[in-house]
């Protein structure tokens, strides 16, 4: 029997409660399977650590996460604590060493959904975007000087390297190359931003001669905000710097109904570190502790994960348990509409797991 250990940090707000329910879904997949355990161990790093002792993780912190199997996350960020830190201190803080250079987020309308696009349902709208995640606009390079006087200057500098850059298109074009429509997107602003942009724009030549089953194109990132918008069905995987696809992410898993759906896997594709997958969604303050925090994305990062794991029956058997619930309409928490609770939607996607196995 498999035993996948894994590092389950449930950070801050309703990071917390979605990624309980996540690990009971779990378990009940791996009590239908009978094939694998899964075995969590909590960390409870986060804002309030961050609160309590001054940082979001302990400073050995890497150290303990990097046995596991695979990360489980739920959200940074408080209130009470600056953006800026709660995603550096922990998000990042694990992303950047671990070298999970591949930000993987699809974007389907999952059955019984309805898009705020008019007229677009299941089928019209199944993407994934392909985010570089160590590098560009979050390198962290920059700096700050003359803070407080007139002539203050602020700089953040995007950082893009060739081997950062070939890896990440080389990943989307393999990605591309497994899907049906073998179709890629290639998202940058080489008409503004003449050095590094080009630069993306001239490897990605290079590179997709290698993949001539791959149908590509390219496109500026404003004029890709509107054809995700009005011609939805045109796209189908997208490959964008750390900024971009960030941007084009959260407008993604809004168009497919509700940012409580939508999931991400961090992948360090050679598997020298673990993974992380986490729901796309924030700490979102303004439900925690009610109860009624959409659990989808989470479960749907479970699924990656187990993906990622190598049990690949148990991951589409997750899926499938949540297209039945969101299909049949009857669970829904308040982002999509309906009165369900966390407990209810986790509920019924346990039983319709367990339904599976009859
Ligand atoms: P952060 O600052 O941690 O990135 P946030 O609190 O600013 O996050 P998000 O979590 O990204 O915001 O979400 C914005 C809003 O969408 C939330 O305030 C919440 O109302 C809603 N929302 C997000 N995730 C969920 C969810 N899983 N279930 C229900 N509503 C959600």
């Known amino acids: 029997m498999n035993t996948y250990r894994i590092a389950a940090i449930p950070g801050d707000g309703i990071g917390t409660e979605v990624i309980a329910a996540g690990l009971e879904v779990l378990a009940a997949l791996a009590t239908r399977d009978g094939s694998f355990r899964i075995e969590p161990v909590h960390f409870d790093w986060g804002s309030n650590r961050y609160l309590r002792e001054g940082a979001m993780m302990p400073a050995d912190g890497l150290d303990q996460i990097k046995p596991f199997d695979a990360i489980y996350f739920g959200s940074a960020g408080d209130p009470r604590v600056p953006d800026h830190i709660s995603l550096w201190g922990l998000r990042l803080a694990i992303c950047q060493p671990f070298e999970q250079y591949a930000n993987v987020r699809p974007a389907r309308i999952l059955p019984g959904i309805e ?37 203050e200057v602020g700089l953040d500098v ?44 001239a490897i990605f030549e290079e590179l997709k001669g290698d993949y001539p089953e791959v149908t590509t194109d390219k496109m500026l990132v404003d004029a890709m905000t509107t054809r995700m918008v009005l011609n939805p069905a045109s796209l189908d995987t997208i490959v964008a710097t750390n900024l971009h696809a960030d941007v084009l992410s959260d407008l993604a898993a809004a168009l497919t109904g509700s940012l409580g759906l939508a999931p991400t896997a961090n992948l360090n594709p050679e598997r020298d570190f673990p993974s992380m997958f986490e729901p796309i969604h924030g700490s979102a303050f303004d439900i925690m502790g009610q109860g009624i925090a959409n659990p989808i994305g989470a479960f749907w990062s479970a699924a990656m994960m187990l993906e990622h794991l190598g049990e690949a029956g148990a991951a589409s058997a997750l899926i499938s348990a949540i297209e039945q619930v969101t299909g049949a309409g009857r669970v ?26 009859a």
């Open 115 to 151: 898009s705020p696009l008019r007229g677009v349902g299941p089928g019209d709208l199944d993407w994934v975007i392909v985010r570089e995640n160590s590098e560009g606009e979050y390198s962290g390079a920059g700096g700050r000087v003359h803070r407080g006087f007139g002539s």
């Open 158 to 201: 995007a950082v893009f390297t060739r081997s950062g850059v070939e890896r990440i298109q080389r990943f989307a074009l393999e990605l591309a190359r497994s899907r049906p429509r073998k179709l890629l997107t290639l998202v940058t602003k080489s008409n503004a931003q003449r050095h590094g942009m080009v630069m993306w724009d």
């Open 332 to 357: 829904r928490t308040r982002d999509l509409g309906g009165e369900a609770t966390t407990a209810e939607v986790t509920g019924a996607v346990i039983a319709a797991i367990a339904g599976a196995n």
